[in-house]
């Protein structure tokens, strides 16, 4: 297929997309470049040409659209049977592929973790009196991300890292507790990010910390600095249930509330929590009703949650309302608990009547907007800038109740040091 053609079919698929209302994929057609190449002959009914167009879809975005490539790819198909059915007896099928890349950095960006957010972290463990091998002495734990066998000693005395390290810190204990960080055997502070980040993720690890707060605290932590780099550290899987951690990238455009969202999960040990997180961070863009839907139901979740703890009775019955009234009273938020002589009172109260509020709002907007209800042929639902706004506001509450939460609990109380 000539390059004419092929433009004259896409330009008439796309009107026919759009007429349908299926405008997320008339984008495709639109936004991204397509190749023709032919896969395929067939001798029978006087000779079928089998072609796949073929759409380069940004990496990040490819990823993104997940199983609804499927979906896509059927839509547009037919749209092009429809278009060429009278012209031709040939066979067009669209495939989408994820655009190559050609940037000649990539290696240094992917894993690049700038020096300094590497030494704010060290430094933290540093004034936290971190012990960063925790229930294992040092070898055992560096033996969990290296060969010391293969590295070289510091002492004449040894042949290998494993007998100086275990002569200076488990024989005579004469190195600092940090000397770890500045080895450059290590490679903590020059070495690729996979290194430092592994490192990170046996620190927080069940073998290595016993104590599942302890561990969260410092997941905490690290993420304040690894966010502003665009890396995170989070739960990957259950040991005897406890959580294991490891790293990822953030993609460009993850939204900054999803990611508070999933660390405040983390810090309340919800697995349910944790699920609705990852079903709002893929709806948002693709899927808005989805993702205001699943924002009011995180909310339910968090309330459900907590009462449950405080051996707080609710019914299946009771709406987002009535477990809001009854959270607020259990955690005290009302704002009668602020005096007159509270600098800024009425501003206090009027943030803390709105916040409760809040949910009230939520669970309407779903109501109209959200997943869970039948439409009427004229429905028209929001834009992904309202489902975040909707998650967003979500997100404050849940930050706001779980930290309020946790600082009344003893146990959980340094999970937010910070909180007023």
């Known amino acids: 297929m000539d390059t004419e053609n092929l433009e004259q079919l896409l330009a008439t698929a796309h009107a026919m997309l759009q007429a349908d209302a299926q405008h997320d994929t008339a984008k495709i057609l639109r936004e991204y470049s397509a190749q023709a190449e032919q896969t395929g002959y067939d001798n029978w009914n006087g000779g079928t ?12 975005e ?24 009278h012209n031709t007896h040939h066979c067009y099928s669209a495939k989408l592929v994820p655009a190559k890349v050609t940037d000649q950095d990539w290696r240094v960006q992917e894993f690049s973790l700038p020096r300094q957010a590497r030494i704010n972290i060290l430094d933290g463990m540093r004034l936290e009196n971190v012990d960063w091998s925790g229930r294992l002495d040092d070898v055992d734990f560096l033996s969990r991300l290296y060969d010391l066998q293969t590295l070289p000693s510091g002492d004449s005395r040894f042949e290998n890292a494993a007998g100086d390290i275990w002569q200076h810190c488990i024989n005579n204990d004469d190195w600092e507790r940090d000397w770890v960080y500045n080895d450059p055997r290590f490679h903590l502070i020059d070495g690729s990010a996979d290194i430092f980040l592994r490192f990170l993720c046996e620190v927080v690890h069940p073998v290595v910390r016993a104590e599942q707060n302890e561990a969260k605290k410092l997941v905490l932590q690290f993420n304040d600095q690894l966010l502003q780099c665009k890396w995170q550290l989070c ?4 040991i005897a249930g406890r959580p294991k951690y490891w790293y990822r990238r953030i993609l460009q455009g993850t939204d900054r509330s999803v990611s508070r969202g999933r660390t405040v999960a983390d810090a309340l040990d919800a697995g349910w929590m944790a699920m609705e997180i990852d079903r709002l961070e893929s709806a948002i863009e693709r899927d808005p009703p989805l993702a205001i839907g699943t924002a009011k139901e995180l909310v339910e979740t968090c309330c459900k949650t907590i009462l449950t703890r405080r051996n707080v009775s609710f019914t299946k019955s009771e709406d987002l309302g009535e477990l809001t009234k009854k959270l607020t009273k259990e955690l005290q938020l009302v704002p009668e608990g602020i005096t007159d002589e509270t600098k800024g009172a009425d501003n206090i109260r009027l943030i803390l009547r709105n916040l409760t509020q809040l949910t009230n709002n939520l669970a309407q907007l779903r109501g109209l907007y959200g997943t869970g209800h039948g439409r009427d042929g004229q429905h028209r639902g929001l834009q992904p800038r309202h489902a975040r706004l909707a998650v967003a506001s979500a997100v404050a509450f849940v930050d706001f109740v779980v930290a309020t939460y946790s600082r009344q609990e003893s146990d959980l109380a340094p999970l937010f040091p910070d909180t007023v």
């Not at 040409?49 to 990040?60: K, L």
């Not at 997940?66 to 037919?78: A, F, L, Y």
């Not at 739960?235 to 259950?238: C, L, P, Q």
């Open 49 to 60: 040409e089998f072609w796949d167009i073929y759409f380069a879809v940004p990496v990040a």
């Open 62 to 85: 490819f990823s993104r659209l997940g199983m609804s490539r499927t979906v896509i790819e059927d839509q547009i198909s037919e749209k092009f049977r429809i278009v060429l059915e």
């Open 235 to 238: 739960e990957e899987e259950r």
